[in-house]
């Protein structure tokens, strides 16, 4: 059971906007900084966003990332089928040290 | 580019050890932290440790699930990160990746390699 709790699946159909949430503690979500993973069927994680709302080149300003007391948000607009992916929550704690969400499964209708 | 290559997953006895290894290239590997996830068949990520860049001393740490057990080390001459495994448990069955920190200890993960299979069976 991890400290950063996602909800376990998230659908919408193609062109329409997902909200993804991961949910903390004011000791943990509240005084860190929240990373975002998409993985692929298959493949490595990949950052899609870091310090809670900042992207990494070549990620597609439709992935955005939010953060508010103790809950943090990825939010995907204009869907396309190739987002079908499982999607992952992270953070450093002070003394958990690496966490990550238990991961979220967005279905594309 | 930056590459991150796994190496050294294996079928393995339970007790018995493994060192896994992360062979990178492109970037200046000792001024970066690596780190250690593995995921579990049909699971979630999970952290098990990193190893500091040399500007921290290139110390380590590992998840209290797997201290005492395992350690991570690095040769910066060879741009090579390690994972050793000892006492193998079933319950460490899973891909481990080998990542790179960045922004530099942040807790994000902005590379990745492939991921080598670890599979803790009798």
């Known amino acids: 059971q991890s400290v950063l709790t996602q909800p376990p699946s998230v659908s919408a159909a193609p062109g329409q906007k997902v909200s993804i949430s991961c949910s903390g503690t004011?000791?943990?979500?509240?005084?860190?900084?929240i990373s975002w993973y998409q993985q692929l069927p298959g493949t490595a994680p990949k950052l899609l966003i870091y310090?809670?709302?900042k992207r990494p080149s070549g990620i597609p300003d439709r992935f955005s990332g939010s953060k508010s007391g103790t809950s943090a948000t990825l939010a995907i607009t204009g869907l396309q089928t190739g987002d079908e992916a499982d999607y992952y929550c992270?953070?450093?704690?002070?003394?958990?040290?690496?966490?990550f969400g238990g991961g979220t499964k967005l279905t594309v209708l | 580019e930056v590459q991150l290559v796994e190496s050294g997953g294996a079928l393995v006895q339970p007790g018995r050890s493994l060192r896994l290894s992360c062979s990178a290239s492109?970037?200046?590997?000792?001024?970066?932290?690596m780190s250690w996830v593995r995921q579990a068949p049909g699971k979630g990520l999970e952290w098990v440790g990193f190893?500091?860049?040399?500007?921290?001393?290139?110390?380590?740490e590992s998840a209290a699930s797997v201290k005492g057990r395992f350690s991570i080390s690095r040769d910066d001459s060879r741009s090579i990160a390690y994972l050793q495994m000892n006492s193998l448990k079933t319950d460490d069955t899973a891909v481990y990746y080998c990542?790179?920190?960045?922004?530099?200890?942040?807790?994000?993960?902005?590379?990745w390699g492939q991921g080598t299979l670890v599979t803790v069976s009798s």
């Open positions: 190893v500091r860049g040399k500007a921290y001393g290139g110390t380590s």
């Open positions: 310090d809670n709302n």
């Open positions: 492109g970037f200046t590997f000792g001024d970066y932290a």
């Open positions: 990542c790179r920190e960045w922004p530099h200890y942040s807790g994000s993960y902005d590379s």
């Open positions: 992270g953070m450093w704690h002070t003394s958990l040290r690496g966490v």
């Open positions: 004011s000791s943990n979500i509240g005084n860190n900084y």
